[in-house]
């Protein structure tokens, strides 16, 4: 099992910028990909960007491209979403998930934190 815990959300103005971060622990060796997804009011879940865990690789939505930066320190064990530029439309849970190795489903979920940007 793998336990993630998401942390840095709130209330930002248009334009300001939050830094979203998700604490991972348990089977990390198991764990190969991670990301955040986001889920606004009355709309269904969004993959907003991933990460792989070794190498680094990097998605992201086109929505969110040029924004916002995906990192992780493995020591740490924690993944990072800096996410600049904010727009009211980025208003939404975002939750850290991940994946294990071959697999292209995410099977963990964080409980997910609230991001509000105001116009």
């Known amino acids: 099992q793998v336990q993630l815990v998401e942390s840095g959300g709130g209330l930002v103005q248009a334009g300001g910028s939050l830094r979203l971060s998700c604490a991972a622990s348990g089977r990390m060796f198991s764990i190969e990909g991670l990301g955040w997804y986001r889920q606004a009011p009355g709309k269904a879940h969004e993959l907003v960007s991933t990460?792989?865990?070794?190498?680094?690789?990097?998605y992201y939505a086109d929505s969110v491209k040029g924004r916002f930066t995906i990192s992780r320190d493995n020591a740490k064990n924690t993944m990072y979403l800096q996410m600049n530029s904010l727009k009211p439309e980025d208003t939404a849970v975002y939750y850290c998930?991940?994946?294990?190795?071959?697999?292209?489903?995410?099977?963990?979920w964080g409980q997910g934190t609230q991001v509000t940007v105001s116009s």
């Open positions: 990460v792989t865990w070794t190498g680094g690789r990097t």
């Open positions: 998930v991940a994946r294990r190795e071959y697999t292209a489903v995410y099977e963990y």
